[in-house]
């Protein structure tokens, strides 16, 4: 009982305890001082933030002003820029002055009213610099007002082993086409091609499991063949995704999302494990982008691949298949643009750290550091002196293309990526229904590409469906490949090789030795 009443006791007491004990205070950011600069910029590794900062460092010597970073995640950046640029910038707060934007997402924030127009600097910054392609996304379809200048270029192509392509005897021209290259892809993998671990290396993959590069990956096919995502009418756009044309190169794509010996790791990673694959030289081509050039060249430290097998065997870019269309290189990347409701005193000081930062030299400099290609005319020119760069570049110049700059694109990316992890989910399961359920898929993102743009298309639900299923069952060419492949063997077999060879060699040398003391006795 008194072991009750010692409880209740302690209850109450423990309750006054907690009624009159003070609040923790509460930890607070210190607030940015009224001359700082603040620059949004999405967080690409490590060694490009440490060049970013560099880079402001040098802005500060020079003009005085200092200049906070901000790193937003790629993943959640679109959201919470929606959140932060309908409101005002406050005194002492983290609201940016210079952002940097996706190029797909430039219309859409410039429809929006959250980003302001950026023509009074056109002849400062000199935007004949810039590739057209580049430049075509700072627009909101075919309207003039220039809302965003290009920072850098996200141009997708197909990389190799340079070790393994060069040992394997492969020359662009055996991979031209689409059917040659699927044939090359077979023959390397019935070859069970290893590289110096003795692991055996996949022909090719695109990664496709939840990833948000898909529409990026299938561009090129549908692009190749005559087709794509979304056409412009006189009534405005509409989905192209159940076109004919644009069908043909979404079965090409498919081919490489389904055959499991030339692509055997497909369904069941993404992209960035993709690139890890590639970069264990365990995978022989890749469809990536040109960071992987210059991330071989920097220590691990700065995020860099220096000492990964792929440093030790080297990399080439090679040209990959074309269709009858031509061979469309996909070109992406970010420009800067400034937020329309940024504090308006610090107006001209964030127009010279804009100015700034496309200054030739510091678009290098930050290029050369992230290894995303320049959108600069004059400093990609020094670029192709590196052969590595030479097809990327080629098909920037010749044949590059880049997607619909309207505003709805951001929300017809999202779907047509939601599409290819859907179509990856039921490929992976492998129901007897999977062409049905795939051209399921098909339509139902065509049917919301076109609610997205508020198009009524004229043709009656069955006629589509008819269409999407019987071309995406048509069956792809694929030529054999017959002149052979080199041997590319592992580097635990290759020791034992030489082993045996020097141990020959020595043999015979003393056998040969043996014979001439003989013969000088005698």
Known sequence: MKKHIFGIALFLVSLALCGTAQAVPELRAMPTPPDT?????????????????????????QSGIPVKIRFLDWGSAFAELNKVLVNEAGEG?????????????????AKAGLIKPVDEMIDAVDTSRFYPEAMKSAHIGRDSVVYAIPWFLDIRGFFANERIWLELGLHDSEIETYPKFYGVLRAISEAKVANRQGVEVAPFEFGVKEDWTGYQQMSPFLWNFGGDFVVETEKGYRSALADSLTLVGLRHYLKLLRDQELSPNNLKEN???SADRFVRAE???????????RKIEFDTDLGGLMDSPLAKDGIITVAGPKGPFGNHSFVGGSHLTLPKNANPIKRNSAYDLFLFMLRADNIDYYSRQCGFIP?????????????????LIEGLENHGRSTQNIPEWSEIEMSVNGMV????????????DVDDEIARFVFDTHQKINSILGYNSPETVAAVKERVRKSLLQPVDEFKYAKGLGVVKGESEWSIRLIVVISLG???????LVYAFRIRKH
Do not use: C
């Not at 995978?283 to 050039?293: A, D, K, P, V, Y």
């Not at 992890?421 to 007897?432: E, G, H, R, T």
């Open 283 to 293: 995978q022989l081509i890749i469809f990536g982008t040109s960071e992987l050039i």
């Open 375 to 391: 959108p600069d005319r004059g400093l990609i020119r020094i670029w192709m002196q590196d052969p590595r760069y030479n097809h």
């Open 271 to 273: 992209s960035a494990q």
């Open 93 to 109: 707060n983290d609201y940016p002055d210079v952002l940097q934007l996706g190029s797909t997402w430039v219309p859409y924030f």
């Open 37 to 61: 600069l603040v620059l949004w910029v999405m967080d690409q590794d490590i060694n490009a933030g440490t060049a970013l900062q560099k880079l402001m460092k040098k802005y500060t010597r």
């Open 421 to 432: 992890s859907a179509i990856a989910a039921s490929l992976l399961k492998n129901a007897p």
């Open 506 to 512: 020595v043999l015979a040398v003393a056998m040969m």
